[in-house]
């Protein structure tokens, strides 16, 4: 099965000459898309491609250069903003716009003079969400995570039986995803702690989830289930997700029913979706480990044991109001790999989700779950870092936290390195948590 194309031959390099240093984010064999303008403008919203230390603007790009036959049709959607109908055209098309912005960013195109006038600082931009997201699903497919949060509250039985047969998950908050930057407001909510009677107040236990985030850029009819073959045809891309959590808020209200206001408060992703496209080189076979059950055959597929798995380094970042007082750095809280924190790949986190006839829709988004590697020290959440909140983890300066506090800023980033193949990365969101109201 040839994965790669000519857009990942790690010999390709770009005319801008940023995207050419080993290690950038966005190298030419990247170009995830983001919908953008200039900040502070009212511009109308565009999408945007980054390329090295620039990104392209597909509104101008659209209308100062000239491109081969079909591209501008493809383009017209991305200069108006509208990133839910460019994924309406499918896959094929995705393809197509891919392998004309790698020919027009390449070094010696002919293209370049005309889209030199293009490129943009980021600096001077502003991101929005990338398309109206109409529901908002999180699975639970890390499990490590599962196994270390199970064990907080059930140490003899840490994983339920169904975890190893079924992509566990809830239902989201749509309204409430926020791309990159700005302030997290402390949620307020119900928790009961030692006394008789539960109090409302500000979550004294605010944590994030380390998580990626799958965009959906295919609908299915509601009663049409869409099986291992094309399933993965139905995402578009990744981004990094962060699932703030208010742990005591959650451990209240949990049963029966799952999470609800422990979460809904906000989920932030990053302005820059990265397609699956970008991420053949870093493909893997799925499989379990031995003694683990195989997956039941709707959640099986030659492609997806051949391929469906992806090598995704993941990261969260802390630094506290302290820390940027004193110009000191941010220091990483959480690091794991997709290929050893998640149980499902996606491609059956989406048959699953429509094995029943639920019908996901353009723009919907899905969260894997937190992702903690197995080691211990490597959880995605500071829940399973500080033990329930019993050990306090220890932060240079001196500081130390349990869980988040008011100023802290958090950051997610992730990025995919393989022998043979270009670093590619996702970029970061971050999120400061300011006071409750
Ligand atoms: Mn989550």
Redesign the pocket.
Known sequence: MQLTDATHDPALKSWVESANAPGHDFPIQNLPYARLRRARSDEPWRVGVAIGDFVLDLKLASRQCPWGDGVGELLAPLADGDLATFMSLGPAAWKLTREALSLALAAESEQAPFLELCLVPPQELEYSLPCRIGNYT?FYAGIHHARTVGALFRPDNPLLPNYPWVPIGYHGRASSVVVEGGSVRRPCGQTKGDAAEPVFGPSRRLDY?L?LGLWVGAANELGERVDMIAAESRLFGLTPLN?W?ARDIQAWEYQPLGPFLS?SFATSVSPWIVSFDALAPFRRPFTRPPGQPQPLPYLDSERNREAGAFDIHVEAWLQTARMKAARQPAVRLSHANVLEAAWWTPAQLVAHHTSNGCNLQIGDLL?T??LSGAQAGQGGSLLELSGGGRRPVQLPGGETRTFLEDGDTLTLKAWCEAPGAVRVGFGSVSGTIAPAA
């Open positions: 999180d989830e998580e699932d959590s979460k969260g779950g937190t």
